[in-house]
């Protein structure tokens, strides 16, 4: 119910009133001249909010005291440290004083207080909330009155509603009233469908109202859960104007906030329509709003569906979406909240990583959650050696080019570092007038998302990339980190493409034993995720039998579960280079010697000749040579199993 209050500031001042029947268990602690801890024997709560809590007691304490504190409420227990700011006493005569205690740990006291808050009555919770609109400030007498008049409206009686239909109908009615506007709807969100649907509104038939989650100003609240207040003239770019012209109707303003469950998961949004002789909402209104999203989350604090059809994250598990972000590491979640930042904007992405860390995946996503998503996505493989069919696909004729066909989607352009200077010349034009020279007469709107494993800026700085085409580009950007930095994520990883995997070929879900899983965290991942991928297939495909799957060379000779070409295109067959259990100064020894060796058989067995090719002198590079060859015999002799090749 009250799992976003932390936003309302007057939550951030107002305390909350304790009772004797709430059973909340209360222990305070100071320390003693001595040093040791004692309780205070008569401390009594008297409030609590996010900022601190007040209790009385005889005893007598100085203002800076530090103060151990524990709270327990049914099975949530909290234990704080807490400073003393003020003391006071409610009358000249009486020996109780009441302290007040500032306690700076915010996300703590934020979860035990909504379960605290959870457990009130329909009462007690439109008494806090009253107190709490006539502590607010405000500009005119008549501002706090409404807020007053409100509040008892959407609370008088509301236990005697047999039905919730009615009772929200009567609270959009006292919406209408309070906020002076003509329309006003409450829409949740319908993961089956993927749809916000209308559950009461008024003005039109509740039944008519559902459409796509991520369209018009609800579907940009929905998403992003940032509030809006909006005239339709000055903001046309999320308005949707389809039920405006489905009705006949002319929506000027509109005022828009989420609601949430206890789970702090945004589940609707309550939309109201044209403030009456006015062009838009004022602050005032979005004062309201606030406390009636707080009331409506009320309501529904207890809607939490799940569809294994639903696209929405937070409303399916990551096995039940076409595309999923998977991980825990910060970087995944840094790598989620660009997600929500980005969907919507218009504006090219350039995404950076290196081959097979999701960069095309995070495409899908990004694509799939904005409002682009009801539109085209396509894809253009810029490393293919077919320059022309790039062409015809970038700026042929309109039927064959992709950015016509994504009029309003969204082109990924795959490895764009691949393009010619030539090609990337060309494409910037085009994408900056918007138009291709074979269709002059259609305005292109398509977003453009590029990938690409080499460094853009760097090739610009050498003069192998257009710098108009990455400034253009850049405008908003992503870098993708390695697996082997977020070596926390490869369990989840794993055990997401196991049940995939064991999903697709009929098995039994399979399991990987903890020493097999050690054996995953250890290797360095060159081929990223979807190496990884590749070596769970493998391993379900080579153990069919199996319920868990144990220990396996990841790296056989006969049959590796991980892509050894991998390393192979890196380090070609040199013995050890690929091992990264070998030191690093042994690994640069071997690839020294290999250097030397084919210099060498280039100047025809010559070596002064070599060294000189290569900088060095004809003794240092006999050193390196004897040198090496210690290292190589020392790593065979260290590591009996491995290939050896002669140098």
Partial sequence: MLASFSEFKFYQSFRIPVEKADNLRFLVEKETVVGKNEYIEDAVLLDISLTGLGFRTNERI??????????????????????????FCNDIEDDEIVYGIEIDEEPKINKFLQQFILSFSSERLK???????????????????????????????????????????????????VINANRASVFLINPDSNELEAVAALGVKKENLKFDYRLGIAGSVFTTGVALNIDTISDKSRFNDFFDKKYKYETKSIICHPIHNREDKIIGVIE????????????????TMKVLALVF???????????DSSQIRRFSSPHDRKFALIGKTPH?????????????????????????????????????????????????????KNFD????????????????????????????????????????????????????????????????TKDLGKMVDDGLFDRDLYEYLSKAFVYMEPLRRRMDDIELLAE???????????????????????????????????????????????????????????????????????????????????????????????VER????????????????????????????????????????GLEEQFPDQKKKAA
Avoid at 75 to 80: Q, S
Avoid at 274 to 282: Q, V
């Fill in 127 to 177: 008494d806090c909330l009253i107190d709490s609109a006539l502590k607010e400030r405000y500009t005119k007498a008549s501002d706090g009155f409404e807020m007053f008049s409100l509040l008892l409206s959407l609370f008088k009686d509301i236990t005697h509603f047999g039905d919730r239909e009615g009772f929200l109908e009567n609270m959009l009615e006292e919406v209408v009233r």
């Fill in 297 to 307: 989350s009320s309501v529904f604090h207890k809607y939490n569906p799940m569809s």
């Fill in 496 to 590: 997401y493409f196991l049940k995939i995997e064991c999903k697709k070929q009929g098995l039994l879900l399979k399991s990987f034993a903890p020493k097999m899983m050690d054996k995953m965290k250890d290797y360095d991942w060159p081929g990223n995720i979807k190496e990884l991928k590749t070596m769970v297939e493998r391993a379900v495909l080579y153990n069919p039998k199996a319920h868990v799957i144990s220990e396996v060379e990841l790296e056989s000779a006969a049959s590796p579960l991980v892509d050894k070409s991998v390393k192979q295109r890196m380090f070609g067959d040199l013995p050890f280079v690929s091992d990264y259990h070998v030191p690093l100064k042994d690994r640069v020894a071997v």
């Fill in 389 to 452: 069919s790039i062409a015809r696909q970038l700026w042929g004729e309109p039927s064959e080019s992709k950015l016509v066909k994504c009029q309003g989607g969204t082109l990924i352009l795959h490895e764009i570092c691949s393009l010619s200077m030539a090609y990337q010349e060309h494409l910037y034009e085009v994408l900056s007038k918007r138009q291709i020279p074979t269709a002059p007469h259609i305005s292109l709107d398509v977003r453009i998302i590029a990938t690409s």
């Fill in 594 to 633: 290999e250097m030397i060796i084919a210099e060498i058989k280039r100047c025809n067995g010559n070596k002064s000749k070599a060294a000189k090719e290569m900088g060095i002198s004809r003794e240092a590079l006999r050193k390196k040579l004897l040198m090496s060859r210690e290292v190589l015999d």
């Fill in 332 to 384: 995944m979640g840094s790598l989620r909240n660009s997600i929500i930042k980005l969907k919507d904007l218009d504006e090219p992405v350039l995404i950076h990583g290196e081959r097979g860390v999701g960069k095309s995946l995070y495409s899908h996503i990004l694509h799939a959650e904005g409002q682009r998503g009801l539109k085209e996505l396509e894809t253009v493989d810029c490393n293919t």
């Fill in 272 to 287: 109201v329509i044209n403030k009456r002789n006015e062009d838009r909402f004022t602050v005032e209104d979005e004062k």
């Fill in 62 to 87: 100085s203002v800076g005291t530090e103060l151990v504190i524990s709270l327990q409420f049914k099975k949530y227990h909290l234990d704080l440290t807490g400073r003393v700011v003020r003391a």
